[in-house]
């Protein structure tokens, strides 16, 4: 069955610390990745999203993600996060067929301390 | 404001009430989604409506049952729900089926006793 997996439930950080969330789906045929990102008591929104071209996708915020197609992996990748970046984030596929669906992970909750 | 409004914010409801819940976008999408978000499991799709014809039911059960009357305002009725129905619903719209670029509601946090 096609899914998405995320592989930490919780991280916590401090603030400068490097971040990488991992995100692993699983569907042989064309698909298209992204990250949504929810804010402590707002919506889900769009981070980024990976189509075709270059794997390494840039976002809002200095976030970026890189495609790796043989390892069936979207990973999430911030340099230096800042307390603002505490948040719950969503890796998502959307998967081609009869009509296309949009495929969820379980979420990666993050705490930045200051 | 994401231009996809959902009424109630909140909703506590027994198992024989019946009650509905309300998405309208103003976005101008074409498509409308209703996922459930329950806590540390995917988000899970449950409704797809596209040019207010519904497009996918993915296997949720008949005491849900969602409507369409056109492409900015969506509904999700509910009747005899169960506790484990107690969860988040997010509306969400999109410009077309395959963007993947999702604009979503708020939510509607769902409490059956």
């Known amino acids: 069955a096609q899914s998405v997996s995320q592989h930490n439930h919780h991280v916590i950080l401090s603030e400068a610390a490097s971040l990488e969330l991992g995100c692993n789906y699983s569907?042989?045929?064309?698909?298209?990745l992204f990250w949504y990102v929810q804010y402590p008591g707002q919506h889900l929104q769009l981070l980024l999203k990976y189509f075709s071209g270059d794997p390494l996708v840039k976002g809002i915020k200095g976030f970026e993600a890189e495609f790796i197609k043989s390892k069936f992996s979207f990973n999430l990748r911030k340099p230096s996060v800042q307390w603002s970046d505490t948040a719950e984030y969503f890796c998502?596929?959307?998967?081609?067929?009869?009509?296309?669906?949009?495929?969820f992970g379980a979420g990666t909750r993050l705490a930045v301390h200051p | 404001e994401t231009g996809v409004t959902q009424t109630p914010r909140h909703l506590v409801m027994g198992m024989t009430n019946k009650k509905s819940l309300k998405c309208e976008q103003h976005l101008g999408h074409n498509a409308m989604y209703w996922y459930k978000q329950s806590a540390k499991k995917p988000l899970e799709l449950m409704f797809v409506?596209?040019?207010?014809?519904?497009?996918e039911n993915n296997s949720v059960p008949s005491r849900f049952s969602p409507e369409c009357p056109n492409s900015s305002h969506l509904f999700l009725h509910l009747h005899t729900l169960q506790p484990e129905d107690s969860a988040l619903y997010l509306c969400?719209?999109?410009?077309?089926?395959?963007?993947?670029?999702?604009?979503f509601g708020e939510g509607s946090r769902l409490t059956v006793l």
């Open positions: 569907y042989g045929g064309t698909v298209n």
């Open positions: 998502a596929a959307l998967i081609s067929g009869g009509y296309n669906k949009l495929i």
């Open positions: 409506y596209n040019f207010k014809e519904q497009t």
């Open positions: 969400a719209s999109s410009h077309g089926l395959d963007t993947g670029e999702l604009f």
